[in-house]
């Protein structure tokens, strides 16, 4: 793993989107739940999250796509459909970029895993905390201390 080095870039397949990290992650994580398997077309999803102050897109206009619901929502590239980023209602102050969508990703290990309820039987992470859901809402503050202390 090597170090992260700030700002981040990185984009869709087609490169209409761009985006850019300029604060350093709160959480790596994987999420095993079947949305994320069907979305990725994977075992599991993997992202990052990051301070709303600290990412933008710096080119191209995401669509909300994937689920299209009142308190999620998954934004694509509208040209190669790309699943770039999740932002939450009632969660502004972070969005979950897809780690995959950036340029470097060598420094990422996801930190948590979440849903391993719904996990493929034979799909692992080397994720440090493992979750049959989601942690509840006030393991959050301790888990982002613990990640940047260690990152």
């Not at 992650?25 to 079947?34: G, N, R």
């Not at 689920?67 to 979950?96: A, I």
């Not at 440090?128 to 990152?151: R, V």
Request: with cysteine; glycine share 8%; aromatic share 12%.
């Amino acid at each position: 793993m090597s170090a992260l080095n700030l700002p981040l870039e990185g984009g869709c397949r087609c490169g209409q989107v761009r985006l850019k990290i300029s604060a350093k992650p709160l959480l790596t994580m994987a999420c095993h739940c079947t949305g994320c398997q069907r979305m990725t077309a994977s075992a599991y999803s993997l992202s990052v999250a990051i301070p709303s102050e600290g990412f933008e897109v710096t080119e191209g206009e995401p669509v909300v796509g994937g689920l299209h619901g009142e308190f999620l929502h998954h934004y694509f590239c509208p040209h190669c459909m790309s699943w770039l980023f999740t932002r939450m209602d009632g969660m502004e102050w972070f969005v979950n970029v897809r780690a995959t969508m950036l340029n470097e990703v060598s420094w990422f290990t996801p930190f948590i895993e979440t849903w391993t309820s719904e996990k493929l039987p034979w799909a692992t992470t080397p994720a440090k905390h493992s979750y049959a859901a989601l942690p509840a809402m006030d393991e959050y503050e301790g888990l982002t201390k613990e990640y940047m202390a260690q990152a």
